[in-house]
C-alpha cells in the first residue's frame, strides 16, 4: 500500500497535516462521536481511520433491533448486576435512541415502530407472577410512559412459532435498516467536512507533551487529540476491561407472505429473529460457546450456525419452505459490566468502547458523551 512518504504536498496537507484530532474507528460511536465535535467545534480539523474497506466490527453487521429491554433479559440481569446498573444501562438505550432520531431521519434509515416479543420457550422458567408490573412502574419512572410491557399469549399461534409458551410484548421498540444508519451517519460526517480514510489501521500511538504520535498501517501521523472508539478491538491499544464478542446472523431468501412481522427475542435475549422485508433475519447462540465466540476474527462457527438453522425450521418457520441467503459474523466489545466506557484515558486521549449488544441503541449518545470529553 502507498505509504504516507510517497504522497503529494496537495495529499499531505489535504488528510495528514495539522490534525486536531484523530478516532479510531467508523462504526456508529466513532462517526457520532465526530459528527458531535464537529458541531462544537465547526473549525477543528477531524479524521477518522478506519481499519476495513467497510467498517469491520459490528455497525454495519448487527441486526438493527431499536430496543432497551425484555423482560427476560433484564431478569436475569437483575440476578447478576445491580439494579442501579441495570437501570442505568436501561435509560441509556432509551434516551439512546431519542438522540438517535434526533441526529438521523428516522425514514432515512427504515425505522419501523412494530414492537418487540420476548417469547418464552415451554421449558423455560415462569417470569415471577409481579414483574412484568414492577418493570411497568420502573419503566415509566425512566420513561414517562404508561404500560410499556404486557403479556401476549397469542404470538406463537399468531405468528405460526412452535415451542413458545408465551410472550412479553413491548410496543415502544422497533426496527430500522442497519446499512442505512451508518451510510446516513457517513453522510452527515462528510457535511460537516470530517475526512474519513478507509483501510488504515492504527498499529499502536505515543503520547507526548504537545500531541499523539500515531503509526499508521501507512506511516507516521500527529494529532493534537485521540479518541479510540475500536469497541470490540480497543484491547489491541488500551488495557481496560473490554474483549470481544463475536455474533453469528443468518438471513432467508425471500419467503411469499410471511407471517412473521416484527422484532423478537428469546432466551434472555441470547437469541433475535425479525423480518427484513419477506425475508427473516436471526442471530445469537452466543452463549454456546462463549470461549471459542471471544474472538476478534470475522469467521462463521458453523456448529452455531447448525442451532441457528434447527432454530429457524423447527420454532420459527416450522410449516413455511424457506432457504438460507447468507451469513456472516460481526464482534462487539463487552466486559465485567454492561456499561459502555465513556472516558478521558490520559491528558490527549479519550475513548469510547465495550457498547455490548445495545450500540445501535446507545451509540449516538455514546458519541455525545464522548464529545463532551474534549476541549
Ligand atoms: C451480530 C450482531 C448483532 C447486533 N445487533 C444489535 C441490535 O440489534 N441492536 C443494537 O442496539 N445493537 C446490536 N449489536 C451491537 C451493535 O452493533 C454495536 O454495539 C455497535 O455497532 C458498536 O458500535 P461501535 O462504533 O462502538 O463499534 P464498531 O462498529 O465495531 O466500530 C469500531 C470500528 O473500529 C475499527 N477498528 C478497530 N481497531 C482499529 C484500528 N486499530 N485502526 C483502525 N480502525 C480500527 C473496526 O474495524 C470497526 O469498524 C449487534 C452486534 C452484532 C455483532
Given amino acids: 500500500m502507498l505509504q504516507i512518504d510517497q504522497l503529494s504536498y496537495w495529499e499531505r496537507d489535504t488528510y495528514f497535516t495539522g490534525n486536531d484530532i484523530v478516532i479510531i474507528g467508523a462504526g456508529i460511536v466513532g462517526l457520532s462521536t465526530a459528527i458531535f465535535i464537529a458541531e462544537r467545534f465547526p473549525n477543528r480539523r ?8 467497510l467498517p469491520s466490527g459490528a455497525s454495519t453487521k448487527n441486526a438493527g433491533f431499536a430496543c432497551f429491554g425484555s423482560p427476560s433479559e433484564l431478569e ?8 442501579s446498573e441495570v437501570w442505568e444501562t436501561f435509560q441509556l438505550r432509551y434516551e439512546g435512541l431519542k438522540a438517535l432520531f434526533k441526529l438521523i431521519d428516522r425514514t432515512a434509515i427504515d425505522y419501523n415502530p412494530c414492537g418487540s416479543w420476548d417469547l418464552i420457550q415451554n421449558d423455560a ?24 410491557y404486557s403479556e401476549d399469549k397469542q404470538a406463537n399461534n399468531n405468528f405460526g412459532f412452535n415451542g413458545f409458551r408465551t410472550s412479553y410484548y413491548n410496543r415502544l421498540e422497533g426496527s430500522l435498516n442497519t446499512g442505512k444508519l451508518i451510510d446516513e451517519l457517513y453522510k452527515h460526517a462528510i457535511k460537516k467536512n470530517i475526512k474519513v480514510l478507509y483501510g488504515v489501521k492504527c498499529d499502536s500511538f505515543v503520547e507526548q507533551n504537545d500531541a499523539v504520535e500515531l503509526q499508521l498501517n501507512i506511516g507516521l501521523i500527529k494529532t ?8 470490540g478491538f480497543a484491547k489491541e491499544l488500551v488495557n481496560e476491561d473490554v474483549i470481544p464478542a463475536r455474533g453469528q446472523v443468518l438471513i432467508t431468501k425471500e419467503i411469499p407472505n410471511l407471517k412473521v412481522k416484527g422484532t423478537f427475542h428469546f432466551d434472555k435475549g441470547y437469541y433475535y429473529f425479525r423480518n427484513v422485508g419477506n425475508r427473516i433475519l436471526l442471530g445469537g447462540g452466543r452463549n454456546i460457546n462463549f470461549t471459542q465466540e471471544t474472538s476478534n476474527k470475522l469467521e462463521i462457527n458453523e456448529s452455531i450456525q447448525s442451532v441457528l438453522r434447527s432454530i429457524l425450521s423447527e420454532q420459527i418457520l416450522p410449516d413455511t419452505p424457506h432457504e438460507i441467503e447468507m451469513s456472516w459474523a460481526g464482534i462487539m466489545g463487552v466486559g465485567q459490566s454492561k456499561e459502555p466506557i465513556i472516558k478521558r484515558y490520559s491528558n490527549r ?12 441503541a446507545i ?7 464522548l464529545s463532551e470529553q474534549i476541549d
Fill in 46 to 53: 477531524i479524521l477518522i481511520v478506519e481499519q476495513g474497506y
Fill in 76 to 83: 436475569d440481569d437483575l440476578k447478576t448486576i445491580s439494579e
Fill in 363 to 369: 451509540g449516538a449518545l455514546v458519541g455525545k458523551k
Fill in 125 to 148: 422458567h415462569e417470569i415471577e407472577s409481579g414483574f412484568i408490573d414492577y418493570l411497568n412502574h420502573k419503566a415509566q419512572e425512566i420513561t414517562g410512559e404508561e404500560l410499556i
Fill in 349 to 360: 486521549i479519550a475513548i469510547g468502547v465495550r457498547m455490548g449488544g445495545m450500540g445501535v
Fill in 224 to 231: 493534537e487529540q485521540l479518541i479510540i472508539c475500536s469497541n
